[in-house]
Antibody
Framework: EVQLVESGGVVVQPGGSLRLSCAAS????????MHWVRQAPGKGLEWVSL????????YYADSVKGRFTISRDNNRNSLYLQMNRLRPEDTALYYC?????????????WGQGTLVTVSS | EIVMTQSPATLSVSPGERATLSCRAS??????LAWYQQKPGQAPRLLIF???TRATGIPARFSGSGSATEFTLTVSSLQSEDFAVYYC?????????FGQGTKLEIK
């Protein structure tokens, strides 16, 4: 059974930093691209970032480019999102999502999310 | 960036009836269109990919159609568990974009 478990969400002040983690199990982690997708309270879904299976390529939404960094550790079956220079508009539930292939933007499994609140 | 627009924002339908949800892309996404279902407090679930292919375990009452810029999700004979928010998403080009969602509610 595929499982994705996010962690690391907390309340942080504007301008602060945070690192989210996603622990994956139930599939061969290094065969697949992984994504972060976020959802602001009461709002829709926003794709944030993609990392390909081999860590070779990363992609970001314009809203986070230059502030967020996606990475993965295939030995630990883990995905990460380093979030710097956080803004109130980054407040959201952050989902880790598995892609259906080594690259690409179709997601077949999602975690339950971890809540990031940016507030003073 | 490809903008995805869903209509209507809210759709009220009685159980047992058919629901038709629409999604429009600002430019062609080919057949690379997916639909997700999200219930309150839950993560999204993949329903349809490649415009019309049901994901594993998705009942046959869910069907997708369309091409290029116009897409439709049809739920025939609505069941109580189908009332949720539905999002379309294009994965033809990054940044991958979602529609704003259609809330399917009980009439």
């Amino acid at each position: 059974e595929v499982q994705l478990v996010e962690s690391g969400g907390v309340v942080v002040q504007p301008g602060g930093s945070l690192r989210l983690s996603c622990a994956a199990s139930g599939f061969t982690f290094d065969d697949y691209a992984m994504h972060w997708v976020r959802q602001a309270p009461g709002k829709g879904l926003e794709w944030v970032s993609l990392i390909t299976w081999d860590d070779g390529n990363t992609y970001y939404a314009d809203s986070v480019k230059g502030r967020f960094t996606i990475s993965r550790d295939n030995n630990r079956n883990s995905l990460y999102l380093q979030m710097n220079r956080l803004r109130p508009e980054d407040t959201a539930l952050y989902y880790c999502a598995k892609a259906v292939a080594a690259t690409g933007g179709l997601f077949d499994y999602w975690g339950q999310g971890t809540l990031v609140t940016v507030s003073s | 960036e490809i903008v995805m627009t869903q209509s209507p924002a809210t759709l009220s339908v009685s159980p047992g009836e058919r629901a038709t949800l629409s999604c429009r892309a600002s430019q062609s996404v080919g057949g690379n269109l997916a639909w997700y279902q999200q219930k309150p407090g839950q993560a999204p679930r993949l329903l349809i990919f490649g415009t019309s292919t049901r994901a594993t375990g998705i009942p046959a009452r869910f069907s997708g159609s369309g091409s290029a810029t116009e897409f439709t999700l049809t739920v025939s004979s609505l069941q109580s568990e189908d009332f949720a928010v539905y999002y379309c998403q294009q994965y033809n080009n990054w940044p991958y974009t979602f529609g704003q969602g259609t809330k399917l509610e009980i009439k």
